[in-house]
Structures are given as structure tokens and as C-alpha cells.
């Protein structure tokens, strides 16, 4: 398939998602103003759907940003009494996801927590149902094992972006810096498909999808 009509999917794709609440639309726009990195609206009915059907009530999330990805869980996990626990290193960012958790009404219900996912990431305990990885892409093997280990039999774990626009695929790598990332990614994307504890599929939504189950 040819980069258009990859695009032409991606738009077909995303004029087929039902309405988004006009809280999704706001930090949408406020993504692009401010160059945010949030998952795509496909990617966010994705999560929604998958934690919905998993029925998914404790969630971790790895990389909070503004948010975004965070209500579309919320939108799955709290209604049946869930609840997620989400950490995010940049504090404008934090501060932001904590208005927007305080605007729908979700903000009892969220742990935001505030620092490096290297070090707060071995002080939880867990049990998870539903782990979502957006964090940064280096780290994603350093994480894997906690993840395992924190993971209920049955739970899922998500990573996203594990295409690096397109990087990891062609290895065509667009500034040095990437380099030791996508050579990361593609060692994730190895071992989660031959961990002895995994069952693992990858798909082509956003910018590529690592959805990993715990046997």
C-alpha cells in the first residue's frame, strides 16, 4: 500500500469514529497549538474499546501528557468503578491533565502521579488489568518485565508508537539521537512476541501498536 492511500485509510478511518465529546475536541486543538504528542482519535477509541471489552477496572498508564489518552480509559474503566493510576514527568503537562480531569469530573478517580517513570514506575504494586505504555520509546524494554510482573493473567498490555513514524520499519533514521530508540523498539517488539508470558499482535493504528495479553 502506497504512503496516499495509507492517508486515505487513516482519514476514512477517522470519519467513521462516532462523535467525540467536546472536551476530546478541546485538547485536541490545544495539542496541536502547543505541540503536544497525544495519541490519535482512532488510537483513543481503540483504548477505549479495548479496556471496555477486556472490562478493564485498574489501569496503569505510562506517560500522561495532557491527558487525552488518559479520558478516553476513563470513559471505559470508571463508569463500572474503576480506576486509573497515570504518571507524567512534565510538570506544565501534569498540571494541564489535572484541568482537564477536574473538567469532566473524573479527578477523585485518577492518580496522577508526578515524576520519572524510571524510578515511580518499581514503587507500585499493582495488580493491573490494563497497562498502556506512551512513554519515552527508549525505556520501553526497561519497563517491560515490571509491566509482566504487575500484570494480571488475562490483563493487556499496550504500547504505542512502536513504529517511530515509520523508523523501526525502513530503519531510516531521521536525526542521530533516534537511533538508539528504534534500535529499542525493535528489540521490544522482538521480545514481546517470543516472551514466554506474552501472546502479542501488532497493528497498523496511530503510528503502530504492540497489544500484548498475559497467558
Same mark, same amino acid.
Given at each position: ?73 476513563? !470513559?471505559?474503566?470508571?463508569? +463500572? ?5 497515570? %504518571?507524567?514527568?512534565?510538570? &506544565?503537562?501534569? *498540571? $494541564? ?81 533516534? !537511533?538508539?530508540?528504534?534500535? +529499542? ?5 522482538? %521480545?514481546?512476541?517470543?516472551? &514466554?508470558?506474552? *501472546? $502479542? ?15
Amino acid at each position: 500500500m502506497t504512503r496516499e492511500a495509507d492517508v486515505d485509510v487513516k482519514e476514512y478511518i477517522r470519519e467513521l469514529l462516532p462523535p467525540r465529546e467536546a472536551i476530546f475536541l478541546q485538547m485536541e486543538e490545544e495539542a496541536r497549538e502547543r505541540i503536544v504528542p497525544i495519541v490519535e482519535p482512532e488510537v483513543g477509541h481503540f483504548l477505549y474499546w479495548l479496556a471496555l471489552t477486556n472490562n478493564s477496572k485498574r489501569v496503569l498508564e505510562v506517560g500522561t501528557a495532557i491527558g487525552y489518552s488518559t479520558l478516553w480509559l476513563a !470513559k471505559a474503566v470508571l463508569p +463500572r468503578g474503576g480506576h486509573i493510576t497515570t %504518571m507524567e514527568i512534565n510538570g &506544565p503537562r501534569a *498540571e $494541564t491533565a489535572r484541568k482537564y480531569f477536574q473538567q469532566a469530573g473524573v479527578i477523585d478517580r485518577i492518580e496522577l502521579i508526578f515524576g520519572d517513570a524510571r524510578e515511580l514506575l518499581y514503587e507500585l504494586v499493582g495488580p493491573y488489568d490494563f497497562i498502556f505504555l506512551d512513554a519515552a520509546k527508549g525505556k520501553y524494554v526497561e519497563f517491560l518485565e515490571k509491566c509482566i510482573e504487575m500484570l494480571v493473567p488475562g490483563g493487556i498490555l499496550v504500547a504505542e508508537d512502536v513504529f517511530m513514524k515509520g523508523m523501526v520499519i525502513s530503519g531510516e533514521v531521521d536525526k542521530r539521537r533516534n !537511533k538508539t530508540a528504534v534500535a +529499542r523498539l525493535r528489540n521490544y517488539l522482538q %521480545m514481546v512476541r517470543e516472551h &514466554p508470558q506474552l *501472546e $502479542t499482535v501488532l497493528l497498523p493504528l496511530g503510528d503502530g501498536i504492540a497489544i500484548s495479553t498475559k497467558k
